[in-house]
């Protein structure tokens, strides 16, 4: 174990943890969940400063950005696995109260690596004085409750353009940021040390306006952009994606041999990689090299349940999740790559954590499985199901997801032969749609 | 008048996707081309990007937006004068949230400095005070709102609202609808949406025409007037339909607040 880091509490802090425990031991016999966050809400609610509290001390790194927040924090998490503990918010409680909930459960943890909800980045910059930030993307998402880009991009900037800059043996925060993403290299051209990574980006449409001058930007093949009005481009990288390849500036190549599948994880490898290079090593221990990190990615294969794969009816399930158009986008990446006669199962629902209003729907491209067989369900799967039909996708529409599911699992294989194995089905829900299915599976 | 030869039908022209496609309303522009399209008739979408000439077309779909790219958007179209025109010449017109507000006299963007829009309707929008409108909207077609085929009234209008803009109507503008729940236009006279003769804007999303079918193939009718026998050939909309049953019916309450005191404008 290396230095002990176990904070000294005031006897305000000190309550505030008390009442956390105690409510999460309350919330557990009342059998209402394992009550991290309400706990963490209450903790916060004693003592204000809790947060900053708890993170002092370690070496704590943030994942912020609209999607692969929850896969790159356990990416980040593995990859900085030597064997000492690392105190993460896993279930993507990913608001202040989700964080101090993490840190009260791993108090002598010398390493916190936590996913940040986008809208509280500021807040938890200030409060857990990071060595790391990693910024992966802005789109829309969830229109309804969180701001529209710019202003969080603008919001962003402020609080990472008032990082200290590095003092004498005190390193600045790193900020490891997608430059590729317009939105996140307006956030991050004003802080103190950035690590630019050309993770690509999937969703180009909400980057059209230039954040700085209001021009329109635009796009060459190879993902650089630049404005066509003032200077604002793309920063000059130190890292990026080749194909599945992460190559750096001073010419090492590494492949992305990763357990997990997708272009856009590999983009989220090639983010962690650099993050974890990044990190000031522990006492006596080495430094992660990015070959390093990315050799522990390889061995990872699911993160919070998102692309596992579940045995239903003696056939293959996989479980994916997307919330919002640029999520979508990237998943039907996904399954391009992956078997072709696949079933896909799709649902959708429009709670608070979803956004209220699904007319997002009509920003994903659909058409994209018009050769598939379909069936949409989820609470809003009438939503769904009109857009498949403008789309012109065949489909079933069975409101009921596990329902849904075993018309999918049941039904034959597209093409399947009797030589042939059956292609396994895929699942594809937003926010809570994923995690009502997984809880009824 | 017929078509020239080569040329489409119908042309429904999305103005400005990359300035005005933040909600989704794009689907508008798709709702009416394969509704004609269904009914045998030639039909072209095009989305018209911000950098380009805008095309001409019969009709023309605004949608919402940020408060940057609104002004930005606002700014081209009077600077190139091509929708102004196509309106002048007979074009229709959908214009919803960002859009609805631009097409009017004025608009405030982030820091409510006023801009000036189309003023192709008559009606003008200021900062509201009070929380963002975030929520479902059921509104009643207005008495003097614009019948269907045969001058029967719509059916009554659903979709999601989410802006900050007030918005009044001046004499040249008849409201659209009624709000039965939700916001609308937000000046106290309980409107939603205004109309003037090809022109219509509203403050819903969902996309508004595919879950109003109905004012989809009102505006259709408009375009394709003198071009095909009206009314429409009936379409299969059962799936249209059970979504306006559910939306109907859903719970005002839900969606109705946002549940942080995160607050944005427009």
């Known amino acids: 174990m290396s230095v002990p880091v176990r904070q000294r509490l005031s006897a305000r802090a000190a309550t505030a943890v008390l009442a956390a425990g105690t409510v999460n031991r309350l919330s557990r016999l009342l059998g209402r969940g394992n009550g991290t966050v309400i706990g963490g809400r209450t903790g916060l609610a004693v003592d204000p400063g809790l947060l900053a509290t708890l993170a002092t001390g370690r070496r704590v790194a943030l994942v912020s950005g609209t999607n692969g927040k929850t896969t790159t924090t356990g990416m980040l998490v593995r990859a900085l696995d030597d064997g000492s503990a690392v105190a993460t918010n896993r279930t993507g409680a990913n608001m202040p109260a989700g964080h101090v909930a993490a840190l009260i459960g791993d108090r002598d943890a010398a390493t916190a690596v936590l996913e940040v909800d986008e809208g509280y980045l500021g807040q938890v910059t200030g409060a857990t004085r990071p060595r790391v930030v990693v910024l992966l993307n802005l789109s829309r998402d969830q229109l309804d409750r969180i701001a529209e880009v710019r202003m969080l991009a603008e919001r962003w900037r402020t609080a990472l353009g008032g990082l200290p800059p590095g003092r004498e043996g005190d390193a600045p925060t790193v900020v490891v940021a997608n430059a590729d993403d317009p939105m996140v290299a307006w956030a991050a051209t004003d802080a103190p040390g950035v690590r630019w990574v050309g993770a690509g980006q999937v969703w180009q449409h909400d980057a059209v306006g230039c954040p700085a001058c209001g021009g329109r930007i635009g796009f060459d093949d190879d993902g650089g952009w630049r404005c066509d009005s003032c200077d604002f481009a793309r920063p000059e990288r130190s890292a990026w994606l080749e194909g599945h390849d992460l190559v750096l500036a001073d010419g090492r190549r590494y492949p992305l041999e990763i357990g997990l599948p997708g272009q856009f994880n590999r983009a989220n490898a090639a983010m962690v990689a650099v993050a974890a290079s990044a990190m000031p090593p522990l006492p006596g221990r080495p430094p992660v090299e990015v070959g390093t990190a990315l050799e522990r990615l390889s061995t990872l294969e699911e993160v919070a349940g998102r692309f596992s794969t579940v045995r239903r009816h003696g056939r293959d399930v996989r479980l994916l999740l997307a919330k919002n158009p640029a999520g979508w986008t990237a998943i039907f990446d996904l399954l391009d790559e992956s078997d072709h006669r696949s079933p896909v199962v799709l649902s959708v629902n429009a709670r608070v954590a979803d956004g209220h209003d699904p007319s997002w729907l009509w920003d994903v491209p659909f058409e994209r499985l018009a050769r598939r067989t379909v069936v949409a369900t989820g609470e809003r799967c009438r939503d769904l199901a009109v857009r498949l039909r403008y789309a012109e996708v065949d489909h079933r529409t069975v409101e009921d997801p596990l329902a849904a599911l075993d018309a999918a699992v049941d039904g034959p294989g597209d093409g399947a032969g009797p030589d042939g194995p059956v292609p396994p089905v895929e699942f594809l829900g937003n926010y809570t749609a994923f995690a009502t299915l997984r809880s009824r599976l | ?266």
């Open chain 2, 1 to 266: 008048m017929s078509p020239a030869p080569g040329r489409p039908a119908l042309t429904v022209v999305v103005v400005y996707p990359d300035l005005l496609g933040t909600y989704g309303d794009g689907g508008n522009g798709l709702v009416l081309t394969r509704r004609a399209a269904w009914r045998g008739i030639d039909a072209a979408l095009v989305n018209a990007p911000s950098d380009r000439p805008l095309p001409r077309g019969d009709v023309y779909c605004l949608g919402g937006g940020e408060d940057g790219p609104q002004v930005r958007a606002s700014t081209s179209l009077i600077a190139e004068g091509t929708l102004a025109r196509a309106v002048d010449d007979g074009a229709v017109l959908l214009a919803v949230c960002a859009g609805f507000q631009l097409v009017g006299r004025s608009f405030p963007d982030a820091s409510d400095r006023s801009h000036p829009g189309l003023g192709l309707l008559d009606v003008t929008t200021r900062k509201g005070t009070g929380p963002r409108a975030v929520g479902e909207v059921v509104a009643a077609f207005d008495h003097r709102a614009p019948g269907g085929p045969g001058g029967v009234p719509l059916p009554r209008l659903t979709g999601f609202e989410n802006h900050g803009g007030v918005t009044t109507l001046g004499p040249e503008a008849v409201p659209l609808a009624s709000v039965v729940t939700g916001v609308g236009n937000g000046g106290g006279d309980g409107t939603e949406g205004a109309w003037s003769g090809r022109v219509v804007g509203t403050y819903l999303h969902g996309p508004v025409l595919a879950r109003n079918v109905a004012l989809a193939d009102l505006l259709l009718t408009w375009a394709l007037g003198g071009d095909v026998t009206l009314p429409l050939e009936p379409l299969d909309d059962t799936e249209e339909d059970a979504l306006r049953t559910e939306r109907l019916s859903a719970d005002p309450g839900h969606g109705a607040a946002p549940t942080s005191g995160r607050r944005r404008r427009r």
